[in-house]
């Protein structure tokens, strides 16, 4: 297997590689569970935002309208009290999309459904190379 994650693309002349400190992703993981066991996952090399959450949020959409198109007479979005979820961006595309939406409770983890996915897939190995991950 080769291992490029030390390369970059440059002008002409310029060095091919990169700084070791310079290389530290962060994968966030935005889930999406229903009660029929689908799973919407979206990884980005970013963190979580109001406008990470309005794209993510659009795009949900569009999947649901294609899969079903009255999801919304059945479906609540279950969302908890993060900044990003209860800013007045995110809160406005709630309200636009027509997207129904509760927010849980204070540390109200062991009724999240998602939670309980991110401690499963968090049990695995999920960085072998023990590839920093962290923020400086």
């Known amino acids: 297997m080769c291992d490029f994650r030390r390369m970059k693309w440059q002008a002409p002349a310029a060095t091919n590689s990169v700084a070791k400190l310079q290389m530290q992703p962060r994968i966030t993981m935005i889930v999406g ?16 935002n109001v406008k990470v959450m309005e794209i993510f949020f659009h795009s949900l959409v569009r999947v649901l309208d294609k899969e079903r198109k009255g999801w919304r007479e ?11 979820h209860s800013a007045d961006g995110t809160q406005k ?22 939670e309980l996915f991110f401690a499963a897939f968090k049990k695995e190995d999920i960085n072998p190379r023990r590839v920093s991950t962290g923020k400086k």
Do not use: E
């Open 33 to 48: 569970l229903d009660s029929r066991g689908q799973v919407y996952v979206s990884l980005l090399q970013s963190n979580s």
């Open 74 to 84: 059945d479906t609540i979005i279950l969302v908890d009290n993060a900044r990003y």
């Open 93 to 114: 595309v709630f309200k636009a999309l027509r997207i129904p939406v509760m927010f849980t409770g204070p540390h109200s983890y062991d009724a999240a459904p998602c």
